[in-house]
């Protein structure tokens, strides 16, 4: 892993949940082809159908800090 990858992880933990959010979905932005479509409606959609999961308890949350550890052991 690069030092500026290292880096930016470090700054991207100091911010709250909202703006770890929408870094998230700029990242996942630049990741998507240009012509999409109407990719954004679907995942609105998709974000809308898990929140509602959530709210009504029927989804099981797992910690940021769980989900990046068991990424990193799987790529190491």
Same mark, same amino acid.
């Given at each position: 892993? +690069?030092?500026?990858?290292? @880096?930016?992880?470090?700054?991207? +933990?100091?911010?709250?949940?909202? @703006?770890?959010?929408?870094? !998230?979905?700029? $990242? $996942?932005? #630049? $990741?998507?082809?240009?012509?999409?479509?109407? *990719? @954004?409606?679907?995942?609105? *959609? @998709?974000?809308?159908?898990?929140?509602?999961?959530?709210?009504?308890?029927?989804? #099981? $949350? *797992? +910690?940021?800090?769980? !989900?990046?550890?068991? !990424?990193?052991?799987?790529? +190491?």
């Amino acid at each position: 892993m +690069s030092l500026n990858l290292l @880096e930016l992880e470090q700054k991207a +933990s100091l911010l709250s949940a909202d @703006e770890r959010a929408q870094f !998230v979905l700029f $990242l $996942l932005g #630049t $990741l998507e082809p240009t012509d999409s479509g109407d *990719i @954004e409606k679907e995942w609105r *959609i @998709e974000a809308e159908s898990r929140l509602a999961e959530i709210k009504r308890g029927e989804a #099981t $949350l *797992i +910690s940021a800090d769980e !989900v990046f550890n068991n !990424v990193r052991r799987r790529l +190491s």
